[in-house]
């Protein structure tokens, strides 16, 4: 009986320890996950308030961009000053709204991949609006400023309204510019 009495509080002491130890690797695992989504949506919540620095800081300096599914050009390392900068006089005159969804975050070290579901919303006045949805595949860097994006792909599953949007965007800048 005493030995009973003397074994459970070491059992717990040992199962309490080892389920403190899990616990803590546990949530550290999901504070990075969670930090690497909060890049992303720091980013593409940067484009819809137009906030281009802010945007840029989410960037590697260089950074590996790849819209194929929607342009039909290959993707290519760009930097990201260039990459933001493009956006910035590309979406002047636009309002976005990007949402994004499903998260599924892997790290290994100092590397993680992140996919989310993307529905990005496109007006601009006098031409018909443009949805464009499907994944996004981005990889990013643990860097001593936190997770920075390094690579980002678009993966088109459909798109609403006016597909040639960007063009008319263009071309009626251009046109006002004149």
């Known amino acids: 009986m005493k030995l009973k009495h003397l074994l459970l509080p070491v059992l717990v002491m040992f199962s309490t320890s080892s389920f403190a130890g899990s616990t803590q690797s546990e949530t550290k695992q999901m504070i990075e996950k969670q930090e690497v989504i909060d890049s992303v949506v720091k980013m593409v919540n940067a484009i819809d308030t137009k906030q281009w620095l802010t945007a840029e800081n989410q960037f590697m300096p260089n950074v590996f961009v790849d819209y194929s599914s929607m ?3 290959a993707g290519a390392e760009t930097k990201a000053s260039d990459l933001v900068g493009a956006w910035s006089n590309l979406l002047k005159t636009v309002d976005t709204h990007h949402m994004l969804t499903n998260f599924e975050v892997k ?3 100092n590397q993680a991949r992140m996919q989310s579901h993307v529905y990005a919303s496109h007006l601009a006045e006098g031409v ?3 949805d464009i949805f499907g994944r996004y595949l981005h990889e990013l860097e643990k860097t001593a400023n936190g ?3 390094s690579s980002m792909t678009l ?5 609403k309204g006016n597909t040639g949007f960007l063009a008319e965007v263009i071309e009626k800048d251009q046109a006002a510019s004149q």
Do not use: A, S
């Open 71 to 73: 342009n039909n050009q």
């Open 107 to 109: 790290i290994d070290g």
């Open 155 to 159: 993966i088109v599953h459909g798109q």
């Open 147 to 149: 997770w920075k994006i």
């Open 128 to 130: 018909e609006y443009w």
